[in-house]
């Protein structure tokens, strides 16, 4: 089974809308770590936000918003008024401490293009 | 030079050469990694070394052959590869708290070196 679920392959907005992507996780674990990545077409995986699993509360930077609810396992990420810049493939990831030591899990990522 | 930078960024190269990709972290971590990521596939951990050591080897050929000679150095030897090989190579490095070789805190990562096997 997927650790890290994000079900929307290929989203495609205009300009200024708002887009969410939704990042669904499994884990056992009480104590475990939340991830955004973003990876633009020059390949690099730029880190967006870390989250704790004891801290739920919604986060704000800018136009990034990030929803952690843990009675869904869910930590969805809106953009808000998006941009050409916002194209990018983005990736929800998941630590935690298993049976047999810390392991790190990406989803299949999110390709998201933002269109003029 | 700060952050996480790979060299070279794009390579090209014969099933029958050896060529080394090279990865360098400026952010004083202690623990460093390899992830292959190919066209429309989750990305895949390869490598992982803490504190110089490795600690995790996912069943990756012996064609790919880690080296980290300190903290900040990481190298992925090739010989030999299969144009299945070709792929986006990516670096990343991170503060292992846990001390388990296994990463739980931010990884940080390279801009990625492109590799294409003919």
């Known amino acids: 089974a997927q650790k890290v679920t994000q079900a929307q392959t290929e989203i495609s907005v205009v300009e200024k809308e708002d887009v969410t992507l939704d990042c669904v996780y499994e884990?056992?674990?009480?104590?475990?770590?939340l991830f955004w990545y973003k990876q633009p077409p020059s390949g690099e995986l730029v880190f967006l936000i870390r989250r704790n699993s004891f801290d739920e509360q919604n986060e704000i930077s800018g136009r990034y918003s990030w929803n952690f609810q843990k009675s869904t396992s869910s930590f969805n990420f809106t953009i808000t008024a998006s941009q050409v810049v916002d194209s990018a493939v983005y990736f929800c990831?998941?630590?935690?401490?298993?049976?047999?030591?810390?392991?790190?899990?990406f989803g299949t990522g999110t390709s998201l293009t933002v269109i003029p | 030079e700060t952050g996480v930078t790979q060299t070279p960024r794009h390579l090209v190269m014969g099933m029958t050469n050896k060529k080394s990709l090279k990865c360098e972290q400026h952010?004083?971590?202690?623990?460093m990694y390899w992830y292959k990521q190919s066209a429309k596939k989750p990305l895949e951990l390869m490598f992982v070394y803490s504190l110089e050591e490795r600690v995790e080897n996912n069943s990756v050929p012996s064609r790919f052959s880690p080296e980290c000679p300190n903290s900040s150095h990481l190298f992925l030897h090739l010989h030999t590869l299969q144009p299945e090989d070709s792929a986006l190579y990516l670096c990343?490095?991170?503060?292992?708290?846990?001390?388990?070789?296994?990463?739980?805190?931010?990884?940080?990562f390279g801009p990625g070196t492109r590799l294409t096997v003919l």
């Open positions: 884990t056992r674990d009480t104590t475990y770590y």
């Open positions: 952010l004083g971590h202690n623990a």
């Open positions: 990343a490095s991170s503060q292992d708290t846990a001390k388990s070789g296994r990463p739980t805190d931010t990884q940080y």
């Open positions: 990831a998941l630590s935690e401490r298993g049976n047999t030591g810390n392991q790190f899990y």
